[in-house]
């Protein structure tokens, strides 16, 4: 049994040895087939490629032939037409040259013929240059004078010629402008200065400190006169202390320092105790209370205005102007005055309302600090707008507002004009007497200093001068001129607040009698 199954086994083996063996040579030659048939398919799509490359390679050369030649025509009818061309240039050259060549010689002819003419005009000229010398010896023999007495009689002739003329031009001018602008003008400042309408009352500076008694002037003294040295010292104010019964009299230039000792004396006269101490302590709470007063000042008047966008330090210096009197009036109120008139003429003439009231509060700045510092109020004043970044504008006014500086901007020439008008009101500045009486004579002696015045009389407190000409030696036409000059040597020689009107008169008086 055990063999049967071995030959059984064996059997199975050799069969599937034989069926493997055919099944692997039949795939032999199969795969043989295949490779043959790749093969000659392989040789075919060659063969086709190499073709078909031989095919394109002819085709891209005769394109490339063709290419050539096209380009080698254009370039050949290019070359034609540029030798067309530098021809054509050629003879228009050559036309050219043979016109500049006609063109010199015809300059050269022109400039011989110039030179004869040149000459021949030399020889004219001298010739008439001696006859003309022999004219003017001719001419001297006769009348007698030189050629310099003979010019100046004439530039006298056409001077006096000239200066009537001018005289009559003049006064043409100024009555067609009054025509036109007069009545404008006075409509905007009356209608400013109405709109303004506020009550005004001279300032006067505070210089006497009333006292309870007799006794306490030797209080104030103190003991070998301690108390009144240490006050002076402290405050930088003399203390006048005289017969002038129950009162003390301050003296000094700063206004601020006399505001401190008149506070400081008055609260130790209040206080009682009078000694050094008590004197130190009194003193700077004072000087605390006047620059409190003079911050709220400022403040106040830059709300009062409207005025807004202001450098702290400049409120500061606004409200230093509640101290500062300019020939009695107050700086600090004119200045506010300043400010809404030169705002109601810029609202008229459609100006930058805000901008000239800004220019107007500020115009008089420096006379915040002009008692501390050298220079004009008007160079401190626009020294600080500067340092404080104030518009140009502004500056401008500050500097133009006395005429010291050109006029920029027609906000400044309004700010001028409201600081006159402010300054010129009945009342607005006084001036002692002496001071007072010596502008007077100067106004008259400076009117009297001219030819052709015969008597001068300074009326209205001195704000107008009357001018009485002689009728046969200053003309109708030359009045105009006359009073022009009157006032520019008062403006130039003479300092005065507000402004002075001149007022020339001539007139001729005939007088016979009946028999």
């Known amino acids: 049994m055990l063999l049967g199954f071995v030959l059984g086994a064996m059997l199975l083996f050799w069969l599937t040895s034989s069926y493997y063996k055919k099944g692997l040579d039949k795939g032999r030659r199969e795969l043989e087939q295949d490779r043959v048939r790749f093969r000659e398919e392989s040789e075919k799509t060659l063969a086709a490629n190499e073709k078909a490359a031989e095919n394109r390679k002819r085709e891209l050369l005769l ?55 040149a000459r021949s005009l030399e020889d004219r000229e001298l010739s008439v240059k001696q ?63 109405q709109r303004y309408a506020s009550d005004y009352v001279s300032d006067a500076t505070v ?13 104030i003294i103190g003991r070998e006169g301690r108390n009144i040295r240490t006050l002076e010292n402290l405050t930088g104010v003399d203390l006048i202390i005289d017969d002038t019964p129950e009162a003390v009299i301050l003296s000094s230039f700063d206004p601020i320092r006399r505001e401190i000792a008149r506070l400081a004396i008055e609260k130790l006269v209040f206080d009682g105790r009078i000694h050094p101490a008590r004197i130190e302590e009194m003193v700077e709470k004072a000087r605390r209370e006047v620059d409190q007063t003079m911050k709220e000042a400022g403040e106040q008047a830059v709300f009062e205005t409207g005025v807004v966008g202001l450098h702290p330090e400049i409120v500061k210096l606004l409200g230093r102007m509640k101290y500062r009197t300019s020939y009695g009036q107050n700086v600090l109120q004119h200045s506010i005055e300043v400010c ?53 504008i502004v500056v401008n006014a ?18 001028a004009a409201a600081d006159a008008i402010s300054a010129a009101r009945p009342g607005a500045r006084r001036e002692n007497v002496e001071t007072y009486i010596k502008r007077i004579e100067k106004l008259e002696e400076i009117a009297s200093s001219f030819t052709g015045v015969e008597k001068v009389y300074a009326v209205q407190a001195g704000r107008e001068i009357r001018v009485m000409v002689k009728p046969d030696v200053v003309k109708d036409d030359e009045m105009i001129l006359k009073a022009h ?20 008169i001539r007139e001729s008086r005939v007088v016979d009698y009946a028999k």
């Not at 000059?485 to 020339?504: A, F, N, R, W």
């Open 63 to 117: 394109q490339a032939k063709e290419e050539v030649h096209k380009a080698k025509l254009d370039l050949d009818q290019s070359v034609r037409d540029r030798r067309a061309e530098l021809s054509k240039d050629f003879n228009r050259m050559e036309q050219r040259e043979e016109q500049l060549g006609r063109k010199l010689s015809a300059v050269e002819r022109r400039e011989k013929e110039l030179d004869g003419r």
């Open 131 to 193: 006859a003309e010398e022999e004219k003017q010896a001719e001419l001297e023999r006769i009348s007698g004078l030189s050629p310099q007495e003979a010019q100046k009689q004439v530039l006298d002739q056409a001077r006096l010629e000239y200066r009537h003329d001018m005289a009559i031009m003049l006064r043409q001018m100024e009555e067609e402008a009054k025509e036109t602008a007069d009545a404008r003008a006075k409509e905007i400042i009356v209608g400013s200065i």
């Open 207 to 219: 210089s006497v400190v009333n006292l309870p008694n007799e006794e306490m002037k030797g209080r």
């Open 340 to 392: 809404w008139l030169t705002g109601a003429m810029a609202a008229e003439l459609g100006l930058d309302v805000a901008l000239a009231k800004r220019a107007g509060l500020l115009h008089d700045l420096g006379k915040s600090i002009d008692f501390e510092l050298e220079g004009s109020h008007i160079e401190l004043g626009a020294d600080m707008a500067r340092k404080y970044h104030e518009q140009e």
């Open 398 to 415: 500050i500097e133009s507002h006395h005429g010291d500086v050109e006029v920029i901007h027609p906000i400044a020439a309004l700010v």
């Open 485 to 504: 000059e009157v006032s520019k040597k008062i403006e130039d020689e003479l300092s005065y607040p507000g402004q002075i009107k001149v007022q020339m």
